[in-house]
């Protein structure tokens, strides 16, 4: 079971003077249980990737099967599919619309079937995962903070009890506290078994939290692996418009001198390894 | 989502012609005189006339024949329609056919005919403004167009400033409705099946979004707007200013010459 993306293709408005090629011939799979990061810079087909996902949008030449199921056939293979794959969109606090929090949690498992005791536990399930305290439930959340809608309306998605959680940018906006936060919860989530695909022009944390990555530039797949596997395909390439984290450039340089063995963008590690040099030149 | 796609709004396009160039003044003020002109000539050979001279217009601006009958379809509807009421309620004596009490007379007929014609020339006529003048330069032609009125208390700038911003954001406003549609879609939402109530109700979830990003827009740009000290149409200068040059004046001369001798055919038919 996983979510296969096989040569998928995209255009928007193909044949009009406004064409714009948005994929080409993107592949990957994604397993249950892992994080996978999609990295690009703004313009590089994340978000049209994203929507294909769950088949908001159709591939135009490729495929996409969640589950087996593919997004190019009938409507209620597409309702399963979006049943199963969760979506959150950028700035996703814009979509809220209902007068509690409770009943803008429950929207989604509702239209999916929910009722009654188990649409309410399932609300509050959601509540617990991403920290909002059973208080909010009765709360206007048009009244919360920014970063407390933001947690509402990604609970209103994990309500639905995806197996794939789809995330455009989700820590756009955030502070440093709620950077945290987030991927202390998409951890847990792919912990809990859950596939998490996050798609995010940052780098330095795809680096930290992925378990794979996957790195588009223009609509094209330019890298794709584990974050050391990408660490030392980035130490060859340029990929336009991707910042490279100063730690991992760092860590490129303390290599090149034989200073340190293993390239990595975590603080902590470097600085466990060049202590560990040191140990050895004495 | 496929429910708002494929709609385009202002049918502006751009190219580089005379016509294009023009002050926005001068086009609208021989749009306004051909509309009239238009429904003072109603022999056949005037009609003719204005037909070619549209033709002529839309050459020059590179516009092609199909983008402009595409461009009036809407209105074909309607100048069907009232054309078919004309052919049965002119009355006459030469009756060609009859359904129950409605009579269908040869006179009917070729009102029916030329007043549909007529129509359909005015929508043309108009739709060739809109082809060739950016919404930005209408609304700087219409500001001009009403600027005397404002000695009667008409806000000629508010009106031309409101335009502007509503044209600027719709655009804007569709990409966000298609947004929010998609992320209530991602959540389940279903806006094709059940009844009309049902329906409408499942567009609440849209719409009450949607609502809140628009005053939050407004207020933002109230506060851009404010920041850079703008307090309506009073001194206000241009950075492009509007100009009527040498072009201006031949186009208005060759238009008054135009009609004058559409209107002698017309008096002489």
């Known amino acids: 079971m996983s979510l296969t993306v096989k040569n998928l293709s995209f255009t928007y408005n193909p044949g009009l003077p406004t064409e714009a090629k948005a994929l080409q011939n993107v592949s990957f799979i994604a397993e249950k249980g892992e994080i996978l990061s999609i990295v690009g810079h ?51 606090e814009q979509q809220i619309f209902a007068e509690t929090v409770r009943d803008e949690i429950s929207f989604g498992p509702h239209n999916w079937g ?67 936060e987030l991927t202390l919860l998409l951890r847990s989530m792919s912990e809990k078994g859950i596939c998490v695909i996050h798609i995010t022009h940052d780098l330095e944390l795809a680096l930290n939290i992925s378990d794979r990555i996957l790195i588009i530039s223009e609509g094209a797949v330019t890298a794709y692996g584990t974050p050391l596997e990408i660490s030392e395909i980035l130490s060859n390439i340029n990929v336009k418009g991707l910042i490279l984290p100063d730690i991992l450039s760092l860590s490129y340089e303390l290599k090149k001198t034989g200073s340190i063995e293993n390239l990595t963008s975590d603080p902590y590690y470097l600085a466990e390894q060049i202590k560990a040099a040191k140990i050895r030149c004495r | 989502m496929s429910l708002i796609k494929g709609v385009t709004l202002g049918q502006y396009m751009p190219a580089d012609s005379f016509i294009h160039k023009l002050d926005p003044r001068c086009k609208l003020l021989i749009t306004v005189l051909s509309m009239i002109l238009i429904f003072m000539s109603g022999s056949f050979p005037a009609m003719a006339m204005w037909a070619s001279l549209i033709i002529f217009i839309a050459k020059r601006s590179q516009i092609s024949a199909k983008a402009l009958i595409k461009s009036a379809k809407p209105i074909l509807v309607l100048i069907i329609f009232t054309s078919l009421l004309n052919i049965f309620f002119t009355g006459g004596s030469n009756i060609i056919f009859s359904i129950g009490p409605l009579k269908a007379s ?47 208390g008409f806000p000629a700038h508010e009106v031309a400033m409101m335009m502007t911003i509503a044209l600027r954001f719709i655009p804007t406003l569709f990409e966000e409705t298609e947004r929010i549609i998609n992320a209530q879609v991602s959540r389940g939402a279903d806006f094709v099946s059940g009844g009309l109530i049902k329906r409408a109700k499942a567009y609440i979830p849209v719409l009450i979004p949607l609502f809140v990003l628009v005053f939050k827009r407004a207020d933002t740009l109230a506060s851009a707007m404010e920041a850079r000290c703008y307090r309506g149409g009073k001194g206000r200068v241009r950075m492009y200013p509007l100009t009527w040059g040498s072009a201006e004046n031949k186009a208005l001369t060759a238009f008054v010459v135009f009609s004058a001798s559409v209107i002698s055919l017309n008096r002489w038919m």
């Open chain 1, 114 to 180: 929910q009722r009654g005791d188990a649409l309410e536990e399932r609300v509050f399930e959601a509540m617990d995962l991403i920290g909002l305290d059973n208080s909010f439930a009765s709360a206007n959340p048009f009244l919360l903070s920014g970063g407390e809608k933001r947690r509402v309306a990604i609970a209103s998605v994990l309500a639905s009890e995806p197996s794939y959680l789809v995330l455009d940018e989700p820590t756009a906006g955030l502070d440093f506290t709620g950077v945290c």
């Open chain 2, 106 to 152: 040869v006179e009917g007929t070729i009102t029916a005919f030329r007043m549909g014609l007529r129509l359909y020339l005015l929508v043309l006529f108009t739709a060739l403004l809109t082809f060739t003048t950016s919404p930005s330069e209408l609304s700087d032609g219409l500001e001009a167009a009403f600027g005397p009125l404002t000695r009667f």
């Open chain 1, 42 to 92: 703004t313009g590089s087909g994340k978000s049209t990737l994203a929507m294909h996902l769950n088949g908001l949008l159709v591939p135009q030449s490729g495929e996409v099967i969640v589950d087996g199921l593919n997004t190019d056939s009938d409507p209620d293979n597409l309702k399963k599919i979006r049943q199963c794959v969760g979506l959150v969109f950028q700035y996703p």
